[in-house]
């Protein structure tokens, strides 16, 4: 998998033969006829470029499915802990919500953050601290919630015991999220990147998807047999088809159509996988093959187990935010979710860096990395405010779509913005979703979660591990990471103090193991003595130089209407960290205080996670 990206040269899904390159009008040409700068000569179009409608929709479409497992996912896992396993409908409105906000905070970043292409969407980070909150005491599910048979998903009871559940969670998102909003805003990012390494975000990425093990294991061991053709067919997709190309039928303009060759299984690895699969369940469904006792093995690979929730869903269904009531503040939850903040802040950076680079943009600066982060927080506020369980970051498998495509385009991805927001209103989309038979999402689990652990492990490969120091704080701090909360989570009553709110603060963080396994890389990376190279930081200490672009830098990271440039340029407003310059070659410099020479470190480590991203 690591020798997909290995240079500059994004991965080409669509060849020169492909329907893409028939809508340019010309090579080296733009809109109003501007020549296209050198860095931009491979795309199709570029950041600022302006594609026909029609083309601006269906990579919009794209867009969506290709971040599609990643927002299903996060909705199906937290379901058990918010005892709604066995409410498939209310599970259908969580995704329905992902969706919606996800849309509304591309749009918000597309226009007034980073502004570069870049798809906004759930994030894995808050899912283990989500899951030790609601493990606390106070959380556990009733065991009649556990029981099929035991329950009414419409009685008042029932309806409360997963709300005030969510409704916490909204809380502690809430919080954190402004914390986030600060470390943005006020330019702070900078500051800390300097201290987090590669011996930081190893730990902590891996150790995002590693407890998880359990709920993976338990999906797919409902019936074995789906899940392991599952897991096979991502696995003949993504890596033995991936450069199979399938002939197509491709509208060219002019009333002329022609069979064009597309790498289908190398862009919808995991959307195949998942279809096939699901519509071998239906088979299996109908032929009464799967048993139909609801006790025997099997079972629920079936796809009449969750009711008539197609039939139940509202064909239009507007979330709102409050949807499930007040939110609920409690400490431990706040201070779980501000360790997933922080780490959902490391890879946004790295994500900004490789973006720029594939839409031919220059190196984003300090301004748009600011605001960048201070918009995601935004945005994890106002999915808190609208209680999808969650928060938003940037999805690096959709930076990866933008090398896939050669289409780098700005109003491309507020097309996909708009088809999410159009994905959320629809409450059949959510519903259809949520009818996923059990089994095909636990072979999809194992197959995502390991390749997100490979992704927190790939951070290692340029720190110097024939270091025993080195080998000692990442084989500790990832054994840390998992022994600590197992230990925690069996002997909760050891660590009682006598005030309820400590002991929950303490709880959430001991049972966090990318708390743990994070807080540990830091405190020993940046204790024990070792080089710069040796700990992989050199290339962090460099100083950035002024971009040679300093004009293209400020067309593309300006705010909309010339905020900055032609108007609110007082001396005040630029002072701010996250506002651009008024005049080109100055403030053009991206981030003294964060990742140099465009951030080679960030930029091959999003690259390495684009091309694992392919089969997530």
Not at 130 to 136: D, G, K, T, V, W
Not at 176 to 198: D, E, N, T
Not at 286 to 309: E, M, Q
Not at 523 to 548: A, F, H, K, Y
């Amino acid at each position: 998998m690591t020798s997909a990206i290995t240079s500059c040269e994004p991965l080409q899904a669509l060849r020169e033969d492909d329907v893409l390159n028939g809508h340019t009008e010309g090579p080296n040409r733009k809109k109003g006829g501007q020549s296209r700068s050198p860095s931009s000569s491979n795309l199709v179009y570029s950041i600022l470029e302006v594609p026909p409608w029609y083309l601006c929709i269906l990579m919009g479409i794209q867009h969506f499915l290709t971040a599609l497992g990643g927002l299903v996912s996060v909705p199906l896992i937290l379901a058990k802990d918010l005892c709604l396993q066995h409410d498939p409908l209310t599970q259908s409105y969580l995704i329905s919500t992902i969706f919606f906000v996800s849309g509304f905070c591309t749009l918000l970043q597309v226009f007034f953050g980073v502004r570069l292409p870049i798809l906004q969407g759930g994030t894995f980070a808050f899912v283990a601290p989500s899951l030790a909150m609601l493990s606390l005491p106070t959380w556990k599910c009733p065991p009649w919630t556990l029981n099929a048979s035991l329950v009414n998903t419409s009685s008042p009871e029932f309806t409360e015991e997963w709300q005030k559940r969510i409704r916490e969670l909204q809380g502690a998102i809430m919080v954190a999220s402004c914390v986030q909003m600060l470390v943005g805003f006020s330019g702070l990012i900078g500051f800390l990147m300097r201290y987090i390494g590669p011996l930081t975000i190893a730990p902590t990425i891996s150790l995002v998807a590693l407890p998880l093990f359990d709920s993976a294991g338990n999906n797919a061991g409902i019936h074995w047999g789906i899940a392991a053709m599952t897991i096979f067919l991502i696995v003949l997709f993504s890596q033995y088809l991936k450069n199979v190309a399938v002939p197509m039928p491709i509208y060219r303009g002019q009333k002329k159509c022609r069979v064009s060759k597309f790498y289908l299984f190398q862009v919808f690895p995991v959307l195949l996988a998942l279809c096939i699969s699901w519509l071998l369940c239906f088979v299996l469904t109908v032929t009464n093959t799967l048993p139909t006792a609801p006790t025997a093995y099997g079972h629920l690979a079936r796809t009449d187990t969750k009711g008539d929730v197609l039939s139940r869903a509202p064909w239009f269904r507007f979330p709102y935010p409050g949807q499930w009531g007040l939110p609920t503040i409690s400490l431990a939850g706040v201070f779980g979710i501000i360790a997933g903040v922080i780490s959902s802040m490391v890879e946004s950076v790295g994500d900004y860096y490789a973006c720029a680079r594939l839409v031919g943009a220059p190196p984003p600066p300090r301004h748009a990395v600011n605001r960048g982060i201070g918009i995601e927080g935004l945005g994890c506020l106002l999915a808190g405010a609208w209680g999808t369980g969650n928060g938003t970051t940037s999805y690096s498998e959709n930076v990866g779509a933008l090398g896939i495509t050669r289409v780098g385009s700005r109003t491309v991805m507020v097309a996909a913005g708009c088809v999410l927001l159009l994905m959320g209103v629809f409450g059949k989309i959510g519903a259809a979703f949520a009818t996923i038979p059990t089994p095909v999402i636990g072979g999809m689990f194992l197959v995502m979660f390991g390749v997100i652990t490979a992704v927190g492990i790939s951070n290692l490969q340029y720190v110097d591990m024939n270091s025993s120091r080195n080998l000692f704080i990442f084989g500790f701090s990832i054994y840390c990471g998992l022994a600590i909360p197992n230990w925690v989570n069996q002997n909760s009553e050891k660590l009682q103090t006598g005030i309820l709110q400590l002991d929950q603060v303490i709880q959430v963080l001991l049972t966090t193991g990318m708390f743990v396994g994070g807080f540990l890389g830091f405190l020993l990376d940046n204790t024990i003595p070792g080089s710069l190279e040796e700990r992989g930081l050199l290339v962090w200490n460099q100083i950035q130089e002024e971009s040679e672009e300093t004009a293209r830098a400020l067309e593309v990271y300006c705010l909309p209407c010339g905020i900055g440039s032609t108007s609110c340029t007082s001396s005040c407003a630029q002072r701010l960290p996250f506002w651009p310059t008024g005049e080109a070659g100055k403030g053009v410099r991206t981030a003294a205080l964060t990742p140099a020479r465009v951030s080679s470190w960030l930029v091959r480590l999003a690259d390495f996670r684009f091309a694992v991203s392919t089969i997530v």
